[in-house]
C-alpha cells in the first residue's frame, strides 16, 4: 500500500514538472518588457523586475523580457540595491505584449558606489538566499537553513534539525549574524526532537548571504561558514499569516510616525507532534515551540537611526515513551527490537536576546555602528527513562504461517537513563563597527568587547543489564559486519547493515557511563579587525581585492591569536561572463564553553584555539540558456588544521575531548548550477565531493575520518507551475548523501570505521494560488489579500528509512553487541495556508 502510494504521488508530480518543460513557452505568449534606467538616463543592470512570483533581472543594457499571466490592474515591481524601490500598475490581455520602461531614483544617504557594490558582493563570493526560494521550499525543516542544505558543501543527515555541517566543520563552527550581530543556539540540545524552531524567522528576512569559506576579516571567530542574515525594513502596513499541521506564525510589519518609525514584528508555534508520530517508538509526546521576534527602527534624522532587535524564544520537549519495535538485520539474520520504557523526558530550553544599535551617517561616504547586547540561555535536561528490552530473531521462511513472527528470543536485558543536567549562560558585549566608502576603495574596522558567564551543572550516568548481568564499558573489541538483502514482513526495508562486537574481555560491576560535574566561568574576549578592498581596472579586466587582518584575546587562558585572511577576484574582459577568485586566510576558533568541557564534565583551563587555513579557488560563471539567465558556482577547497579538538557526535549532540590533541585538513569540489529551469522561477542542482580527517596524537592509527567525513552528496530543488494556469504549482527537494562513520560507544575514533546508511530523501510541495499578488477578482473577499494560496506537502515521499544513529544492544549469551538503528521520519502529509495582506 505505502509503495502504490508513493507511485501515485510521483505520477502527479510528474505530471506537473514534464508538460512545462515541453510547452510553457508556446502557451503562455503574455509578456512585458522594457528598459530601465538611472536619473541621468544610464542603463541600470541588475534590477530585479516582479509580477507576483514572477521576476527576471534587466541585463546589462538595462533591458528586461518577462513573460507573466494576462489580467487586470497587475502590479510589476522594480527593485535594485540603494534606489527607491517602485510600481506601476497595469492591465494586459492575454497574448499581449506590452512595454513598461522605467525611471529609479537613488535613495539620500547611500553610498555612491552602488555598481561597485554589486560587483563587490560577486567578488566576495558570497551566495545570497531569495526570499521567494524560501518560501517556496518544501520539507519539514524549511525555512533559510532548510535551503541552504540544499546548497553545495552544506550537510545535514537530520530533517527535524535545523543545524548543518559546511565542508568537514561541526555545527558549531558555523558562524550566524542577524543585522550584524552574532546569535547562538541551544547548547544542550542531543536530538532533533528536541530542537523545534530556528534561531531565525523566515517571514522576516529580507536579505540572506552565505559563504562556505574563505570569508572576510570581519566575520567572527569560526573556522566553517558564515550564515549573514539582514531582517527587512517596512515601507507600508503588512501581515503574514500561516497555518500548518506543524504550527503556525503571525507576522506584522508597518510605518508609523511620519515614517520616522517602523516596526516588524513576528510570532511563531511549532509542533512535531505529526512527524514524531511517524517514529518507532510510541508514547505520549509533547512537543512545544513558541517564540517572538521584534525589529523596530526608529529615525531621528537623515543621519542617525537608533534600532531593537529582540528575541524570546522556548522550546518544551516532554515525552513518555511506551514501546519501540525496530526491525534490522539480512535476509539471513532478521532482527527484532522490543523496548518497554518507564519514565519521562523533559527538556526546556529559553533563550533571551536584545540588541540596541544606533547607527550614523554624517555622509554618504562614511558609516558608523554602535552596538549593545545581551544573550542569555537557560537550559534543562531532566530524564529518568528504564527500559526492558527483546532481541528476538525473525521467522524468514516465506512458506511459514508464522512468517514475520518472532521465531526465537535471541536475549533480554534493561537500561536505565538519567540526567539532571543544568545550564545558564550569559554572553554580553560592546561594539563598534564602520565603513568608510570611497567609490571604488573601501575601509571596514570593528571592535567587540565581550563578557561570559557559564553556570554549568552537568549529572549523567548510564546503567545496563543484559540477562542478570550489570554492563560496564568492555575496553576492547571485534568488530563484524553483514549487509541487508531483504526487507520485513510489511515490505519495509530492513536497517541497511547490521553492525556487531564480540566481547573479548571479563567485567567489574559498575555503571555503564557516570558524570557529575560543576562550573561557573567567568571570561571576557575582546575582538578587533581591519579590511581594505579596491575594486580596479586594467586592459578592460576588472581586478578586486580584500585584505584584512583579526585579532581575539581571551582572559580565561590568556590566549592572543592574529588571523589574517585576503582575497584576490578577477574578471576577465571575456565573451563569457565569469569571475575567478583566490582566497585564504588563518581562521582560529577560540572555545566556548562546549569545546572547554570533556566527557567526565571536566573543564580544561589550558585549552587553547583551534586553527584552520584555508585555500579557496572558484568560479563564477553567468551564462544564458533557452535565452534565461543562469549561474555556475564551482569551488575547490583545501583546510589545514591545527590544534584541533576531537569529538564524537550522535543525532546532533557533539562531545568533545577537551584536548588540542590533533591536526587533520579537509579538501574537495563543490559545484552548482541555478536559474530558470522553468521561466520565471528558480531551481537548482548541486553536488559535493569531499573528505575530512584528523590525526589524534598517541592512538598510532595516523590520519582516520572525522565524525563529519561525508564523501559524496547531491542535492536537487526544482520549482514548476501549469504553463496554462500559473496558479498551480510544484517544489520538490531531493537530497542524496553518502553515510558518516560510527563506532561502538566509548570505542576510539580509531575504530569507528563503520558508515551510516546513506541518506536519501524527497520532498514535494503542491500549490494552489486562490490569490495572486496584484491580481482584481470578481470575489470581494479574495481582493482582501493581496496573496493567498494553500499547499499540500509530502515530506519523505519514497518513504525511505533513514538512519541518524545507533542504539547498541548487548546479547550476553554469545557476547556480541548490535547496533540498531534509530530511524528518522516516514512518509508524512502536511497542509499548509498562507495569508498576506
Given amino acids: 500500500m505505502s509503495y502504490r502510494f508513493a507511485a501515485i504521488a510521483l505520477l502527479v508530480a510528474f505530471s506537473f514538472l514534464i508538460p512545462n518543460h515541453i510547452f510553457a513557452q508556446k502557451k503562455r505568449p503574455t509578456a512585458i518588457e522594457g528598459t530601465i534606467t538611472d536619473a541621468e538616463g544610464g542603463p541600470l543592470d541588475g534590477v530585479t523586475v516582479s509580477v507576483g512570483s514572477f521576476f527576471t533581472l534587466s541585463d546589462k543594457d538595462g533591458k528586461y523580457h518577462l513573460d507573466i499571466y494576462d489580467g487586470d490592474k497587475l502590479v510589476v515591481s522594480f527593485v535594485n540595491y540603494a534606489y527607491y524601490s517602485d510600481t506601476i500598475m497595469f492591465s494586459i490581455e492575454k497574448g499581449q505584449l506590452k512595454i513598461i520602461d522605467k525611471q529609479m531614483k537613488l535613495m539620500p544617504n547611500v553610498l555612491l558606489t552602488v555598481e561597485v557594490e554589486d560587483k563587490k558582493a560577486r567578488f566576495e563570493s558570497r551566495t545570497a538566499v531569495k526570499a521567494r526560494d524560501i518560501e517556496a521550499f518544501a520539507g519539514p525543516g524549511s525555512g533559510v537553513e532548510g535551503v541552504l542544505k540544499s546548497y553545495a558543501g552544506v550537510n545535514s543527515n537530520n530533517e527535524l534539525s535545523s543545524q548543518y555541517n559546511v565542508r568537514g566543520g561541526s555545527f558549531d563552527e558555523n558562524l550566524t549574524y542577524i543585522n550584524g550581530i552574532e546569535v547562538y543556539r541551544p547548547f544542550l540540545v542531543s536530538n532533533g526532537q528536541q530542537e523545534g524552531l530556528s534561531i531565525v524567522n523566515e517571514h522576516m528576512v529580507d536579505n540572506v548571504e552565505f ?13 566553517s561558514s558564515v550564515l549573514d542574515i539582514t531582517y527587512r525594513q517596512p515601507k507600508d502596513f503588512a501581515m503574514t499569516a500561516e497555518a500548518s499541521l506543524l504550527g503556525g506564525s503571525l507576522t506584522y510589519e508597518d510605518l508609523m510616525f511620519k515614517k520616522r518609525f517602523s516596526a516588524l514584528v513576528g510570532a511563531r508555534y511549532r509542533t512535531n507532534q505529526l512527524l514524531l508520530g511517524s517514529l518507532d517508538t510510541e508514547g505520549d509526546f509533547k512537543p512545544s515551540y513558541t517564540d517572538i521576534q521584534a525589529y523596530l527602527t526608529y529615525y531621528i534624522s537623515d543621519e542617525w537611526e537608533v534600532s531593537f532587535l529582540g528575541t524570546f524564544g522556548r522550546n518544551k520537549y516532554e515525552v513518555v515513551p511506551e514501546t519501540r519495535n525496530t526491525d534490522f538485520g539480512t535476509f539471513q539474520e532478521s532482527l527484532r527490537l522490543t523496548v518497554y520504557f518507564d519514565g519521562k523526558e523533559d527538556y526546556d530550553f529559553v533563550t533571551k536576546f536584545g540588541a540596541l544599535t544606533a547607527i550614523n551617517r554624517p555622509n554618504q561616504k562614511l558609516e558608523l555602528r554602535y552596538t549593545a547586547s545581551v544573550f542569555q540561555t537557560t537550559e534543562q535536561e531532566y530524564f529518568d527513562i528504564i527500559g526492558a528490552y527483546r532481541l528476538g530473531e525473525i521467522n524468514n521462511n516465506l512458506g511459514s504461517d508464522d512468517f514475520g513472527e518472532i521465531s526465537f528470543i535471541r536475549g533480554v536485558g534493561s537500561f536505565q537513563n538519567y540526567a539532571r543536567n543544568n545550564l545558564d549562560i550569559i554572553v554580553s558585549n560592546l561594539a563598534h563597527d564602520g565603513l568608510y566608502d570611497n567609490k571604488d576603495v573601501n575601509w571596514r574596522w570593528g571592535l567587540k568587547v565581550q563578557n561570559e558567564n557559564v553556570l554549568d551543572s552537568y549529572k549523567e550516568w548510564e546503567m545496563i543489564d543484559s540477562a542478570g548481568y550489570n554492563i560496564p564499558h568492555p575496553p576492547s573489541f571485534i568488530y563484524d559486519s553483514l549487509i ?11 536497517g541497511g547493515i547490521v553492525y556487531s562486537t564480540h566481547d573479548t574481555t571479563g567485567h567489574n560491576l559498575e555503571l555503564f557511563e557516570s558524570f557529575k560535574s560543576n562550573a561557573n566561568i567567568i571570561s571576557t574576549r575582546v575582538n578587533a579587525y581591519v579590511e ?35 582575497s584576490f577576484s578577477w574578471k576577465p574582459d571575456w565573451e563569457k561572463d565569469m569571475v575567478w577568485r583566490f582566497a585564504t586566510g588563518f581562521y582560529y576558533q ?48 583545501y583546510k589545514d588544521y591545527d590544534n584541533l579538538i576531537p569529538y564524537d557526535f550522535e543525532n546532533v549532540r557533539i562531545r568533545y575531548t577537551a584536548e588540542n590533541n590533533a591536526k ?19 531551481s537548482w542542482f548541486s553536488f559535493s565531493l569531499m573528505t575530512v580527517q584528523e590525526d589524534i596524537e598517541g592512538d598510532d592509527a595516523g590520519y582516520i575520518p572525522r565524525p563529519t567525513d561525508q564523501r559524496f552528496s547531491a542535492k536537487v530543488f526544482f520549482q514548476d507551475y501549469l504553463p496554462r494556469d ?59 489579500f493581496e496573496t493567498l494560496y494553500i499547499t499540500a506537502e509530502v515530506f519523505n515521499l519514497l518513504g525511505i528509512n533513514n538512519t541518524i544513529s545507533y542504539l547498541w544492544v548487548k546479547d550476553i549469551s554469545v557476547s556480541r553487541e548490535y ?19
Fill in 484 to 494: 541487508v538483502t531483504t526487507v520485513d514482513s510489511t515490505g519495509r526495508p530492513l
Fill in 211 to 223: 559563504s562556505a569559506g574563505g570569508f572576510e576579516a570581519r566575520y567572527g571567530d569560526k573556522m
Fill in 664 to 682: 587533520g585538513f579537509a579538501t574537495g569540489i563543490d559545484y552548482r548550477i541555478s536559474g530558470e529551469f522553468v521561466n520565471g522561477v528558480d
Fill in 726 to 784: 500559473p496558479s498551480f504549482r510544484v517544489s520538490l527537494t531531493g537530497s542524496f548523501a553518502t553515510g558518516l562513520p560510527f563506532g561502538p560507544p566509548q570505542a576510539e575514533a580509531s575504530d569507528k570505521d563503520f558508515r551510516i546508511p546513506a541518506y536519501r530523501r524527497v520532498d514535494i510541495g503542491f500549490t494552489k494560488v486562490l490569490k495572486m499578488e496584484g491580481k482584481t477578482y470578481k470575489t470581494n473577499f479574495l481582493n482582501k
Fill in 819 to 837: 547496533a540498531v538503528p534509530n530511524y528518522l521520519t516516514g512518509r508524512i502529509l502536511n497542509i499548509k495556508l498562507v495569508a498576506k495582506f
Fill in 590 to 637: 577560540p572555545p566556548f564553553y562546549r569545546e572547554m568541557r570533556a566527557l567526565d564534565g571536566e573543564v580544561n583551563p589550558d585549552i587553547k584555539a583551534q586553527r584552520s587555513i584555508h585555500y579557496v579557488l572558484s568560479n563564477d560563471y553567468r551564462l544564458t540558456i533557452w535565452n534565461r539567465p543562469f549561474v555556475m558556482q564551482t569551488e575547490i577547497y
Fill in 532 to 566: 581594505r578592498s579596491q575594486l580596479f581596472e586594467v586592459n578592460d579586466d576588472d581586478f578586486y581585492f580584500n585584505i584584512g587582518l583579526r585579532a581575539s584575546y581571551w582572559s580565561f587562558n590568556n590566549d592572543a591569536v592574529l588571523s589574517p585572511r585576503g
